[in-house]
């Protein structure tokens, strides 16, 4: 549907197709690190993700260029590396639930549908669902913009929505944190320091994340040439879309700090 050419067509589907089994694995991680982040336990799923990123970060060059005898896996081989980490993740956060050792103890009749909670759960968690999707939605139609140029653009693109990446997710894992403090606060009935909190994080994260943006206008090319050193085409584009990019980082992080504050004020209201 987008009609990229056959040459990029390949390795983007066996990417996908791997990608798509650890859907049920990066949903139950989810699921663990929110229920831990909304007992304000942040550090044991910080671990878990530290410890998950170094191994795909030693599984990645394995499976995707092979070591030895072991042939490498192309594209498909850093989905296969994802995989097995983000499996690992959600492991690992069951049986901490398991043992309940932090306050929230699985039991077989944990799993009895709650209808009533269900219900609850469901209309609190739409409009972020909804959010989400559009913005999802969002990029699947700049796919089909890309996709209409060429190859070269693909791949500019390709990486400097990593670059991009990079940046929001630290922002993203920043922005849950206020939120769980805002919603604890919320909670408790302190709503004047649940203000301060949030006023704090929207000046910082907006500084931070800006003075962040300005020095990757700055070395945009050296950003893009990380990824792709060999080829110059790739690099001039790449280091366009990423000085267009960084200048909203700031925004940006303020827009995701909104939209997880006000899910707390939902949910307290």
């Known amino acids: 549907m987008l009609g990229v050419e056959p040459a990029v067509y390949c390795d983007p589907l066996k990417f996908m197709h791997v990608s798509f089994i650890s859907v049920i694995f990066v949903f139950i991680y989810?699921?663990?690190?929110?229920?831990?982040?909304?007992?304000?336990?942040?550090?044991?799923?910080?671990?878990?993700?530290?410890?998950t990123v170094l191994l795909n970060?030693?599984?990645?060059?394995?499976?995707?260029?092979?070591?030895?005898?072991?042939?490498?896996?192309?594209v498909?081989?850093?989905?296969?590396?994802?995989?097995?980490?983000?499996?690992l993740a959600a492991l690992?956060?069951?049986i901490i639930f398991l043992r309940g050792r932090h306050g929230i103890e699985l039991q077989l009749k944990s799993f009895y549908p709650d209808w009533h909670y269900i219900k609850r759960a469901f209309f609190l968690g739409a409009p972020?669902?909804?959010?989400?999707?559009t913005r999802a939605f969002g990029l699947i139609i700049m796919?089909?913009?890309v996709a209409s140029f060429s190859t070269t653009t693909i791949?500019?693109?390709?990486?400097?929505?990593?670059?991009?990446?990079?940046?929001?997710?630290?922002?993203?894992?920043?922005?849950?944190?206020?939120?769980?403090?805002?919603?604890?606060?919320m909670g408790a009935g302190n709503i004047k320091r649940a203000e301060q909190i949030?006023?704090?994080?929207?000046?910082?994260?907006?500084i931070g994340l800006s003075f962040v943006g300005g020095i990757a206008y700055l070395y945009a090319d050296t950003l893009v040439a990380f990824f792709i050193p060999e080829d110059s085409s790739v690099i001039n584009k790449g280091a366009q879309f990423v000085q267009v990019m960084c200048l909203s980082w700031g925004g940006n992080w303020c827009s995701a700090l909104y939209c997880c504050c006000f899910s707390c004020l939902w949910e307290y209201a």
């Open 76 to 87: 498909m081989g850093a989905a296969l590396a994802t995989l097995v980490t983000q499996s």
């Open 128 to 133: 972020g669902s909804i959010e989400l999707s």
């Open 198 to 206: 949030t006023k704090l994080a929207s000046m910082w994260g907006l």
């Open 57 to 74: 970060f030693i599984l990645d060059p394995l499976f995707i260029f092979g070591c030895g005898h072991f042939e490498g896996l192309g």
């Open 155 to 185: 791949a500019a693109y390709a990486v400097g929505s990593n670059i991009l990446q990079m940046v929001m997710i630290p922002a993203m894992g920043l922005s849950m944190a206020v939120s769980t403090l805002v919603g604890q606060n």
């Open 30 to 51: 989810a699921m663990f690190q929110s229920l831990m982040r909304g007992i304000g336990q942040t550090k044991v799923p910080l671990i878990i993700v530290s410890s």
């Open 92 to 94: 690992a956060g069951i």
């Open 143 to 145: 796919s089909f913009l």
